[in-house]
């Protein structure tokens, strides 16, 4: 496993990270005792990045990842979230963020986080993340119960514009997670926010390598947002890849991990056996040529996002 430093925090995070939402049954009913197995080979394989938050499985996500880490949790960066606790369910308050890492340390069986972020604040005002939720967090940080702090949306140009307005500081947030935005299906990430995270050192960690399950085999889950044609065309990439004789979320991850800003790409996982193909993905050789061939499949449905969030936070009309 390959380790990366994040931003200017310092810490050393697998360039493989966990994401930990399948776990809160996002994807799924899963089985606690195997995703907790699945925790264990994680750390044994060399990842020690995990991520969760609240919202997964509203606190399921987080209470099966502090138990499977019990007496591991010295080996492992671990991140969660706040301000989202439902589909419809955010409350960026100082208030709320205070209670919530409270809860979150209980769940997660530790006193302290490594990373700390505010979640999806494209459904939030932007001033009251400027001028309430990022100052509790860094209170929250200087109480020692977070290490870093950070942010994490779809709307890219919400978490630089929210970013760039926090001020003076050398690194206004100490990470920003974006998810489905640089992946073999999108890359606008590089063109929206990678230059200003570079500019800032901020760390960068980027979410949803698998386009939420939709570069798979099992397909993406119901509740995908992405439009019909878009989903036809990660079935035809299965298909295509399949007919090579390899994976298409070995592809799909591979292209990810060659990104030379991302400090860890966040894959979510819940199975021993997603663990171990994700991994061996992630520390194999790679068919540069092949990820050309699939990108230029892909091409006419490449970059589209969708709507969330609140209108005022769109990247783009729609
Ligand atoms: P993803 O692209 O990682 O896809 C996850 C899906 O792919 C799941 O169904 C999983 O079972 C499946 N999968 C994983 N490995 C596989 C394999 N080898 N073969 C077949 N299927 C496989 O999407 P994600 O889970 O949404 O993103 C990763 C993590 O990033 C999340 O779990 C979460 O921790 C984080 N995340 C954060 C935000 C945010 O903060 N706003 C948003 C999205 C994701």
């Known amino acids: 496993m390959e380790y990366a430093t994040l931003g200017r925090t310092g810490l050393r995070v697998s360039k493989l990270g966990f994401g930990a939402s399948p776990l809160g049954n996002e994807f799924g009913e899963a089985d606690p005792a195997e995703g907790e197995r699945a925790v ?12 969760v938050a609240p919202y997964y499985g509203r606190t399921l996500a987080e209470t099966r990842l502090g138990a499977a880490l019990e007496g591991r949790r010295d080996k492992v960066v671990l991140a969660t979230k706040c301000g989202r606790y439902d589909v419809d369910g955010f409350d960026f308050s100082a ?16 006193d302290y986080l490594d990373v ?3 979640h999806d604040i494209e459904f939030a005002d932007a001033r009251q993340v400027v001028e309430e939720a990022i100052p509790t967090m860094r209170e929250l940080q200087q109480e020692g119960k977070a290490r ?7 709307q890219l140009n919400m978490l630089r514009r929210v970013a760039e307005r926090i001020g003076a500081e050398a690194a206004p947030v100490d990470a920003i997670l974006s998810y489905c935005r640089y ?3 999108i890359t606008d990430m590089d063109d929206l926010l990678t230059p200003f995270v570079q500019r800032h050192g901020i760390g960068l960690i980027n979410a949803s390598p698998l386009h939420m399950g939709l570069l798979t085999a099992g397909g993406p889950p119901s509740w995908h947002p992405a439009t019909a044609e878009v989903k036809e065309m990660g079935r035809r990439l299965v298909q295509f890849c399949w007919q090579l004789g390899i994976r298409a979320s070995d592809l799909a991850l591979q292209f990810c991990l060659q990104h030379p800003d991302v400090a860890t790409t966040l894959a979510g996982m819940s199975t021993v056996e997603h663990v171990r193909q994700n991994v061996a ?9 092949l990820i050309v061939e699939v990108r230029t499949l892909i091409s006419p449905f490449a970059n589209r996002i969708w709507p969330t969030g609140r209108p005022e936070n769109q990247d783009y009309a729609s």
């Open 40 to 51: 264990h080979c994680a750390i044994d394989l060399g990842i020690n990045y995990f991520d």
């Open 95 to 110: 208030a709320r963020i205070r209670l919530s890492i409270d809860e979150s340390l209980q769940r997660l069986r530790t």
């Open 116 to 118: 700390f972020l505010a």
């Open 148 to 154: 870093f702090i950070g942010i994490t949306g779809l």
């Open 183 to 185: 992946n073999l299906l």
């Open 281 to 289: 993905a992630a520390t194999g050789s790679v068919d540069a040529a």
